[in-house]
């Protein structure tokens, strides 16, 4: 703790002081680009990873970077995601795993956490879908083998989940949020994304050459409504 | 509940006697191929509209034909999903909606059943990412066309909600269950089908001379792992 | 789904132009009398047993024809009860189990239930004081039997459960609502109606050259009030 | 607080004392043969208003005597009901209101609460049976009379929510258990019990001269079971 | 029942006559000055233990008198303590846990209540800080040794519990409120008081000749605010 | 979200490439020292304000790092804190909010988010502990000196909630876990920390000269037992 508060005055002494009109510029007000949700696991550090600047990213932090569908849990998670999209404007998340996990690791060894561990055995039931896949889908598997899996599930499940939020729902629809999903490894210092055209996990550096692809490729929801359609369909039916 | 009564009786003794081999051979047990979630409105009788035979069709019927996500509501919807797929291996769900749905019209004024009808104020919830989408991209709407639009969103807002539920992920990563989107018009007669490739609701008498479209054109999750990817990945890495 | 896809032309072409005149009459709103409860089991088609027509019966189906006590689950049986009563004014409500059913099955083996079918496991609590009332009375039973008698037991436990809420309550006073417990039996095509007075399942038909009984005899709550009571009262108590 | 503290030395040197035996006993182990639900409210001594013995009443106390359905909140209530009839044997409840109910005064002005007393406000949520029978029939009162009727509705409310627990549905069943609804009135010191034959609250001390009467005069469940009814069922049927 | 009816018609013959002074003024409001939270056990009797009045102790029971922390149970426990400070001003609250106590005797073996007492099982989870630490700490100890600890350590962990309260923060920040810890012995008729400034359980009348120790010996939050220690702060910080 | 890819591959050329001997140690387990909880907004880097190295943080963020009551949510945080404890052996927590909290100017006009952000304002309920004191004791405040209040508070509330949780009780209990209280100042870049023997926030650097306090100055629960004090007791009962 001492070596934490002596970080601070270092801190306040030498970056703030370096770049204190940044800092005065954000006491104006925070205008993130990206939502980044990862795992609380202390290797990872996502502004050192990506770079980014103090204000740029907004993030969610928990074990095992879970976000449980829209209405299970009345923890931060939604009301968070619902903030940043809401009232910050933000138009990107980021979905991070990272290899090593160890809620994830937990996950594969569920009723085991059951006595000592209750709230993360609890916590880890909204991933249940990735539980569920693997068991039925990678049952040959173990070890690193089938934790990398699970890793990479895990963080699909999540974007599935975020989906079902209203406050994302409807951003889907105009076409005015993106989400993608990442996987940090924690042995090559490197971030793999996930490839919604070819359902892989790919380098990201290879897709900055191009356009980068949209994880959700179209409008989740009828471009054409209902109602415009009903001429053509009663046409149709009365052939 | 007299004539109820008496149709009781006249079932016995005309359909049962006439279709007695029938109802003999599922009493060995039913082996429907259909989830069909459906209103609970009485227009809609489910077998009459698709001229389905008993036994074909494994009902869930609520006011709104809403299926919350998973792990948010303790209802009987998602029980029964899963059963539907675990347990009797459905591989095709139906949700189908209905114009002038009182379940969706209680939606479009929601604020107005919060002192009659507070389980349905509670209920519809589920499906505010429906209300959010219409509110957020359909205000210049009203009447007829307004209602008409979400009962067609909030058929796509389930879609996504069943979506959650772990033994849906993976199956729909198995390539085994396909979710369709139905609206069924009252003043018609006729069904109108969701096409995922136009982002609209279509005739689904169109779709049968081909292929049917699927509603997920793919497995929503990866299909090579990410442990698979790793060599390539640390080969690309590595320049 | 080609079938059913097929069905739906079918029926638009035969029934429905058959019966135009009472599809136009029901797109002015549907008045049901009676709210029928039961089972998603695709053996089960309630038009066709009670030869109701369209817009008779508003109806709910979940596996295992169950509704939650007041307030314990925020699935749609409770609000499509209220909206049934509250806003369509029904005045009459079916329980309608029946033999062979398979949510029950699991309720009489529910630890199996646990591991595979999570959601099943949790739904089925809701008729925990069915499972009880046979663990502690019927255990010398197994097989068929105990099976009917825990299918019987269920359709009262939810008769219960229905007089929970509060708008069944009010009217259940008002003496305009009436609950019935009935059985369909797959094998015989016929169904069994509970009678208070007899504590037994009877034959429905034979109570319709009488009066039907009600299942509630009396309201549920004192009609004379504690206010009026209190001047006898006082007058016995000075003795 | 010193004034308790005093009583407890009082208490100890001359009550305690004096009924050593008593207490001697008792800590082998506790059998009271009444579960007692009542309000919190400080004007009600149970055991002195009943004049019973130290040991005789198993006790629940909250604001308005309340208790919700069978799996709605998880607190106290439900777990003590389990208890008291499961682990102690009990075979009689009492639900004993009160006039001058603070918590009942509440629940007729029920949106008033939301701001400040939002526990409340929730709790009372319990008990919305009663507010919608009051609302809707007894529109006309108000003042004394609307809350003397509310206070005596509400016992009755909590009979029935009693009923939905798996432990008293059982023993209801087995014709193990009787509940009976009380009504203590602060000014005279008198209790009114609920007769269920003239659905009216009387004087206790008039039923004790005959046999008293069950507040559930018989089995809530068949007591023939469907199994028994098939043989006459089928025969019937096949006329 | 037919004891405590004629127990009935005692009180109000002799004790409320004798008193009907007290009662008619109780009749105006009560104003209770102590919050007496306590087990539902028979064997303990508040108003006889502390020879306190009619009027004197606003009472919450339940098994184990267990008050579970803010927002996590929908029960009466919460909406109590509510209305108690809110509503009836009261500045002190006692816990009494008690020897010999079923509940904790529960909590000591827990998973023992699953299958037989699911209600239990779950409400001693509102507790389960108590049994953690005794797990962690005591798993030297046994039989009675154990179980009296438990108790002790019960009581301490409802008071953590309360502190969670909204109302209970507010009062406590501003000094108006103060919360006992108390063990009733079954065995000696005394009470024991908890004493923070020994951790100890000690004779309440111990402490009546000097000031009563508070349990809270200062205010849990801030006296001097964030604004006002800014300019010391900035002071300190530019040496 | 380039910009962010490209961070990507700074991060693993530069900064991997320099510190890999940390990062391979890092792949055979994380060993944080603190478990660090903030807010979600972008403009607090937990790392960079407290000059941390990879590896010695476990993080939480959500909106106004907020930990609510055990039992109370099941989101992320305390599953995450229990991970943190239990699983990582953290004997040190960092509560840290900071000025210009968004989260907190939300909580301050709480009614205004419940239609637009129907999340955050369920989320903030959480914190209703910091509001009711704040409205009850700071009515006079206004603007920036009220928020100010109310982001101190907030963390106090937190440290009160996370008390609650079973793991936090017992090793408090131990005397094994410290739990500290900061905010971070946008404006100066500096931190203050809570002081619970001044009742203020300071700076954390005066305290490092001598010991540092504790904020929970001793544990929260007996030292010695029940069953230890029971001799003296009736010794001292017995005069």
Same mark, same amino acid.
């Given at each position: #703790?001492?070596?934490?508060?002596?970080?601070?005055?270092? *801190?306040?002494?030498?970056? %703030?002081?370096?770049?204190?009109?940044? %800092?005065?510029?954000?006491?104006?007000?925070?205008?993130?680009? =990206?939502? %980044?949700? $990862?795992? !609380?696991?202390?290797?990872?550090?996502?502004?050192?990873? $990506?770079?980014?600047?103090?204000?740029?990213? *907004?993030?969610? &932090? @928990?074990?095992? @970077?879970?976000?449980?569908? *829209?209405?299970?849990?009345?923890?931060?998670?939604?009301?968070? =995601? +619902?903030?940043?999209?809401? !009232?910050?404007?933000?138009?990107?998340?980021?979905?991070?795993?990272?290899?090593?996990?160890?809620?994830?690791?937990?996950?594969?060894?569920?009723?085991?956490?059951?006595?000592? #561990?209750? /709230? #993360?055995? @609890?916590?880890?039931?909204?991933?249940?879908? $990735? &539980? &569920?896949?693997?068991?039925?889908?990678?049952?040959?598997?173990?070890? +690193?083998?089938?934790?990398?899996?699970?890793?990479? +599930?895990?963080?699909?499940?999540?974007?599935?989940?975020?989906?079902?939020?209203?406050?994302?729902?409807?951003?889907?629809?105009?076409?005015?949020?993106?989400?993608?999903?990442?996987?940090?490894?924690?042995?090559?210092?490197?971030? #793999?994304?996930?490839?919604? @055209?070819?359902?892989?996990?790919?380098?990201?550096?290879?897709?900055?050459?191009?356009?980068?692809?949209?994880?959700?490729?179209?409008?989740?929801?009828? +471009?054409?409504? /209902?109602?415009?359609?009903?001429?053509?369909?009663?046409?149709?039916?009365?052939?």
């Amino acid at each position: #703790m001492k070596k934490l508060i002596r970080g601070l005055g270092e *801190f306040k002494n030498s970056y %703030f002081s370096d770049h204190q009109d940044l %800092f005065i510029e954000l006491t104006q007000g925070q205008k993130p680009r =990206v939502l %980044f949700i $990862t795992c !609380s696991d202390s290797r990872i550090v996502p502004n050192l990873i $990506t770079q980014a600047e103090v204000g740029e990213l *907004f993030i969610i &932090r @928990n074990a095992g @970077n879970i976000i449980p569908p *829209f209405g299970t849990a009345n923890g931060g998670e939604g009301a968070t =995601v +619902e903030y940043a999209i809401h !009232s910050l404007g933000i138009e990107q998340i980021v979905v991070c795993g990272h290899s090593h996990c160890g809620a994830i690791k937990g996950l594969l060894k569920l009723n085991e956490l059951h006595e000592e #561990m209750p /709230l #993360m055995y @609890n916590w880890l039931k909204h991933t249940e879908a $990735t &539980r &569920r896949l693997i068991k039925e889908n990678y049952g040959h598997l173990q070890g +690193e083998e089938l934790l990398e899996i699970a890793i990479a +599930e895990n963080v699909l499940t999540q974007i599935e989940n975020l989906k079902t939020y209203p406050v994302v729902h409807s951003r889907l629809y105009q076409g005015k949020l993106k989400i993608y999903g990442w996987i940090y490894k924690l042995t090559t210092g490197e971030v #793999m994304a996930y490839d919604p @055209n070819s359902h892989n996990y790919v380098q990201p550096q290879s897709q900055v050459s191009g356009d980068l692809p949209d994880l959700i490729p179209a409008p989740a929801a009828c +471009e054409i409504s /209902l109602a415009q359609v009903t001429p053509d369909a009663s046409e149709n039916g009365s052939k």
